[in-house]
């Protein structure tokens, strides 16, 4: 049996991100809502100089949107979005992907397969601007599952490694693309 755990969302740069936006949205929103009460609700600005329409007003917008969005990076990171395991039993001859999903009827994602449906694993390399390198599982009614993580992309050597151990422990073909 062989089992891979995949990390989800709670990750350095997602905590990084989630309290950088969250601290940036704080000040603008503060700072828009300092130039409507003309009262510094910031101890380090002067923003009761900011005239609320337009430059307050947009202020508090910009500061409203950047809670939200840090809000919906906080409850990924709570509920841990994408974490799971990829599991390969060949005693019961199984493949079972299992990943956390947005709390709801669909929070447990759990897909099963026979090893005798599996006809292949992938790789997906794509160099540039925004790299990726991806395994996939394909299945013979050509169905393609991705067992990697979602995020910064894995070094090269490692997916290749990774690729191979699992299509030699499947007994599978190895496909590049």
């Known amino acids: ?39 510094d609700l910031l101890p380090f600005t002067h923003s009761t100089e900011l005239v609320f329409i337009p430059q307050g007003i947009v202020m508090t917008f910009y500061g409203s949107v950047g809670l939200f969005l840090s809000s919906f990076l906080w409850l990924t990171i709570i509920w841990n979005i994408g974490a799971g395991y990829n599991e390969f039993n060949k005693s019961k001859g199984i493949v079972k992907i299992f990943r956390l999903g947005f709390p709801g009827k669909n929070r447990q994602i759990c897909l099963q397969f026979s090893i005798k449906e599996i006809k292949s694993i992938k790789i997906d390399i794509k160099e540039g601007l925004n790299p990726r390198r991806e395994i996939y599982l394909c299945t013979k009614d050509k169905r393609i599952i991705p067992l990697t993580r979602v995020g910064q992309p894995l070094l090269l050597s490692e997916i290749e490694e990774q690729a191979s151990e699992i299509a030699r422990f499947l007994d599978v073909v190895l496909e590049g693309a």
């Not at 049996?1 to 950088?20: E, Q």
């Not at 949205?25 to 009262?39: D, H, I």
């Open 1 to 39: 049996m062989r089992k891979d755990v995949i990390l989800g969302s709670r990750r350095f740069s997602n905590y990084w991100w989630a309290t950088t936006i969250f601290i940036g949205a704080l000040g603008f929103l503060l700072a828009g809502l300092s130039s409507y009460f003309q009262t």
